[in-house]
């Protein structure tokens, strides 16, 4: 089955950094690109990065460049979201994402993670 779990989200205070980790599992562990998302409330979802996962080409959103660095261990099928210098706007429920259908910026993907909550106090 299909599967994809993130891990790693919690309250930190403003400054502060997280790693996130999404575990691919099934076919969701042979894609070619996986992604983050994220969602605050009453917000509409929004691109964070994604990677290539064989010549490991990083995208990222505007809000989070030079602070969010993307990365992989194919070895483990586990794709990494590290975020440095958190910002209370940071806050949001993340989603990992995998095998987009089209553009790796939109949210037409195959296979999506549960979310994991991110919470930046200021």
């Known amino acids: 089955q299909e599967q994809l779990v993130e891990s790693g989200g919690g309250l930190v205070q403003a400054g502060g950094s997280l790693r996130l980790s999404c575990a691919a599992s099934g076919r969701a562990a042979s894609t070619y690109v996986m992604g983050w998302f994220r969602q605050a409330p009453g917000k509409e979802r929004e691109f964070v990065a994604a990677?290539?996962?064989?010549?490991?080409?990083?995208y990222y959103g505007d809000s989070v460049k030079d602070r969010f660095t993307i990365s992989d261990d194919n070895a483990k099928n586990t794709v990494y979201l590290q975020m440095n210098s958190l910002k209370p706007e940071d806050t949001a429920v993340y989603y990992c994402a995998a095998d987009p259908r089209h553009s790796v910026y939109t949210e037409e993907y195959n296979y999506w993670g549960q979310g994991t909550q991110v919470t930046v106090s200021s």
């Open positions: 990677i290539t996962r064989s010549g490991g080409t990083t």
